[in-house]
């Protein structure tokens, strides 16, 4: 495996377990799309003032309020796919290289889980997705999704799919399903002599997979 810490890289199509006799020579187009949504809004209301001495000595203030208001909204979307023979299935790389911090995560994961022995040291973790899918009649496909998680330690490595995280689904040729996403919420005030800013802010992603019979 190429450790180039990339995300999302390529998929390669391999045969199903059951050889070619199972398998049409009908291809399937599985793609997953990764869209997010922003929003900023920013209202704010700023004072300003300053004193004015007269020629005959007196006082007079003098001052200003300027209102602000603004939003802004950014949508952003990207994807990866990759074909799959009917029956078959295709692996698609999602990180040859985690970051660090994460690579404890995943041991300890699958320690919990029994995939590996206790006390095994991660020295790299890769993460992928196996991806199944077949033809169904009505035009549907049905799809079977299955993270693998590659490790390298000091005294060996291995390839592991997580069955218990897998997930099956029967999807329409060409219409989009939302898997998941999240969420997030920020708002912010800062408050001044004069007057105050209020920011808000908000972003949502989803996942939504799409399996194209071609």
């Excluded at 689904?169 to 969420?183: M, Y």
């Amino acid at each position: 495996m190429t450790r180039t810490g990339a995300l999302l890289l390529g998929a390669s199509v391999l045969l199903g377990p059951a050889g070619l006799g199972a398998q049409s020579s009908r291809m399937i187009k599985v793609a997953f799309d990764f869209r997010q949504t922003a929003t900023q809004s920013r209202e704010g209301i700023e004072g300003s003032g300053r004193v004015i001495i007269t020629e005959r000595g007196s006082a007079r203030p003098q001052g200003r309020v300027g209102v602000e208001s603004t939003q802004r909204k950014t949508q952003q979307t990207t994807g990866v796919f990759t074909l799959v023979q009917d029956g078959g299935e295709s692996t698609l790389l999602i990180a040859s290289q985690v970051p660090y911090p994460q690579v404890a995560y995943y041991r300890d994961y699958l320690t919990g889980a029994g995939y590996i022995a206790t006390g095994v040291q991660f020295r790299d973790v890769g993460t992928s997705l196996k991806v199944r899918a077949s033809i169904l009649p009505g035009d549907q496909v049905r799809v079977r999704l299955t993270p693998s998680i590659s490790w390298f330690a000091p005294d060996g490595s291995g390839v592991i799919e997580v069955n218990e995280a897998s997930t099956e689904l029967i999807l329409p040729s060409g219409r989009p399903v939302v898997l998941g996403g999240s969420t997030t919420q920020t708002h912010d005030v800062l408050r001044r002599i004069l007057g105050f800013r209020t920011t808000q802010g908000g972003s949502e992603t989803l996942m939504a997979v799409t399996a194209t019979i071609r």
